[in-house]
Structures are given as C-alpha cells and as structure tokens.
T-cell receptor, first 111, second 116 residues
C-alpha cells in the first residue's frame, strides 16, 4: 500500500511567518498535486508537479517536487490568516489512474 | 461552469440504518470518484467510475457499501447498514478523463455523515 506522510500534522503560526510543509513517500510518483481544503468544503487544487526537481511558484506559495519524485514540499512566505486550512498532497503512481492523498497538514495562521 | 453538486450536506442516522448520497459531476466529465474523509485525515478513495463502468473499487467495503453511476452521469453511494466508524465526510469528485493529473479533480462540498 502506498503511503504519503505529511509533516507536520498541525501547525499554528503568527501572521507574517514563513513555513514549510513536507510530503514524503517511499514510492515514486509520476505526478504530485497539492490541495487546500477549508472547513465544510472539498479540496481545491493548488498545483500539479510532474518533473523531478521541478519548482513552481504561486504568489507566496512555492512547491517543489523531489529529484527522485518521492517527496514534495510546500513553502509559504509571509503567511496570512487566509492561508488557514488543511493542506493535502496527492500522488499519482505510474500506470494507475488514481491519486492517493496524504495524511494532511492542518495550518492555522493567527492575526 | 457549475461545480460538482452533492446532497445532502449533512446527515445524522442511527447505526444499522441505511443512507444514500447523491452526486452530480461537472457536465462532460467522464470520470467520477467517491472519497471518504475521516475528520483530520486525507481523503481515501472508495470507488472510481469511468462513464458508467467501475475502474477501481478495491477500497470499497462491499459488504455494506454500494455505488452506481447509471447512464454515466449522476452517481449514488449507499451504506447499508451503517456503523459508527462510517462517520465521515463523503466527497465526490470528477475529472475530464482518467488520470487527468494536470487539471486535477474538482471536488464537491461533501456530505457530512454522523452515525450515532
């Protein structure tokens, strides 16, 4: 069974701080996605990374796919209360058609 | 475009009762997924449809869960009988095609089920 472990599980920080969330697996993925989920809503796609070593930036969010395509990180610069939510990574294994979701990181940014 | 519609939003039932959830995917999306998300965890895939055929139901507890997608559009997920551990949010998602990675899935808002 493929597992995607995210760390930390919970994170509470002050507005303006930087943070990094990690997504790790022993399996290789052909692509990896990051989602953000707010209470009472479904996850919303933030980014898809497909190439080992790829870095993508979305405003204050920076996503990196590991060289071996087994891990990924999400870095948020100058966090804002609007960044509060559950961050989920999801990996697609080669030869399959389904994304496996990670365990999630619950972020709370305090004003 | 309209999003993925799910109903009901909330449901409270007693254990051993039956419950059904409904999902209407984005128009034209061939692939439909049902996920179970227990509080504080990531979503777990229950079943995946391509049009009206099942692609993957390996994680579906078939002794109590069933799902169908008649005519390849709307889908229903049923639990009969429900157990306490079925309390979770049931998310429906759709995508244009199988493994539509770059565009991701579009999720509905989910149905929060509480079994008491």
């Amino acid at each position: 069974t493929q597992l995607l472990e995210q760390s930390p599980q919970f994170l509470s920080i002050q507005e303006g701080e930087n943070l990094t969330v990690y997504c790790n697996s022993s399996s290789v993925f052909s692509s990896l996605q990051w989602y953000r989920q707010e209470p009472g809503e479904g996850p919303v796609l933030l980014v898809t990374v497909v190439t080992g070593g790829e870095v993508k930036k979305l405003k204050r969010l920076t996503f990196q796919f590991g060289d071996a395509r087994k891990d990924s990180s999400l870095h948020i610069t100058a966090a804002q209360p609007g960044d509060t939510g559950l961050y989920l990574c999801a990996g697609l294994s080669s030869g399959t058609y389904k994304y496996i979701f990670g365990t999630g990181t619950r972020l709370k940014v305090l004003a | 475009e309209a999003g993925v519609a799910q109903s009901p939003r909330y449901k409270i039932i007693e254990k051993r009762q039956s419950v059904a959830f409904w999902c209407n995917p984005i128009s034209g999306h061939a692939t439909l997924y049902w996920y179970q998300q227990i509080l504080g965890q990531g979503p777990k895939l229950l079943i995946q449809f391509q049009n009206n055929g099942v692609v993957d139901d390996s994680q579906l507890p078939k002794d109590r869960f069933s799902a169908e997608r008649l005519k390849g559009v709307d889908s229903t997920l049923k639990i009969q009988p429900a157990k306490l551990e079925d309390s979770a949010v049931y998310l429906c998602a759709s995508s244009l095609e199988l493994g539509q990675g770059a565009h991701g899935y579009t999720f509905g808002s989910g149905t929060r089920l509480t079994v008491v």
